[in-house]
């Protein structure tokens, strides 16, 4: 079965400091990846995607992943944090190929970035 | 905006009442979902439409019931629920099959709150 882990709940950063956010897989198959974030009383928005191709992917606001199958993991990277990064992202697989076109949401990390 | 709207943007009900959540998407898509956000707990999926017919059912208790008469427009109907319900209820939409993408765009969602 398919299923993703965030293992921090929370992650500071000061402003101006590159930030990571941890994400590790695992699937059947090959995955399709996904990042989305989410600020105060509104929706998952999308920010980028792993489908193929090159293991650093780059998404909206600035931020990147990179794919690493051998250890599993599709971190979310951003080379300098502004304060409006503050949010809560989202990991997500789905695994292919595989009938049922689910994707799994991990718990969520909270980005704290400090002024 | 992502082209998914939701209304009523937030809801108070009792839990005899009975009340209904819209979402509506204007992207062309051919699947709609329903979620389940509660504080502190992952996200939950309820239910998947996928053209219109309910492809999954979570194991949702009977006193939520959705309805999808089309594939832009998507209802979950409520009806005696209890103070655990309160929640944000996160509606998505997608385009599933063939070399889709499969990135879920979601509405702001609906903060219910059941007293």
């Known amino acids: 079965a398919q299923s993703v882990a965030q293992p921090e709940d929370q992650v500071n950063v000061a402003e101006g400091n590159p930030l990571t956010v941890k994400c590790t897989y695992s699937?059947?198959?090959?995955?399709?990846l996904f990042w989305y974030v989410q600020y105060p009383n509104r929706g998952l928005q999308f920010l980028l995607k792993?489908?193929?191709?090159?293991?650093l992917v780059k998404g909206s606001y600035g931020f990147e992943a990179e794919f690493n199958k051998s250890q599993t993991s599709f971190h979310l990277k951003k080379p300098s944090a502004l304060v409006s990064d503050s949010a809560l992202y989202f990991c997500?697989?789905?695994?292919?190929?595989?009938?049922?076109?689910?994707?799994?949401f991990g718990k969520g990390t909270r980005l704290h970035i400090l002024p | 905006e992502t082209g998914v709207t939701q209304t009523p943007r937030h809801l108070v009900m009792g839990m005899t009442n009975k009340k209904s959540l819209k979402c509506e998407q204007h992207?062309?898509?051919?699947?709609m979902y329903w979620y389940k956000q509660s504080a502190k707990k992952p996200l939950e999926l309820m239910f998947v439409?996928?053209?219109?017919?309910?492809?999954e059912n979570n194991s949702v208790p009977s006193r939520f019931s959705p309805e999808c008469p089309n594939s832009s427009h998507l209802f979950l109907h409520l009806h005696t629920l209890q103070p655990e319900d309160s929640a944000l209820y996160l509606c998505?939409?997608?385009?599933?099959?063939?070399?889709?993408?499969?990135?879920?765009?979601f509405g702001p969602g609906t903060r219910l709150t059941v007293t």
């Open positions: 699937v059947s198959g090959n995955p399709y």
């Open positions: 992207l062309g898509h051919n699947a």
């Open positions: 439409y996928n053209f219109k017919e309910q492809t």
């Open positions: 998505a939409s997608s385009q599933r099959g063939g070399p889709g993408t499969y990135e879920q765009y």
């Open positions: 997500a697989v789905r695994d292919i190929p595989h009938p049922d076109d689910k994707i799994i």
């Open positions: 792993y489908i193929t191709g090159d293991n």
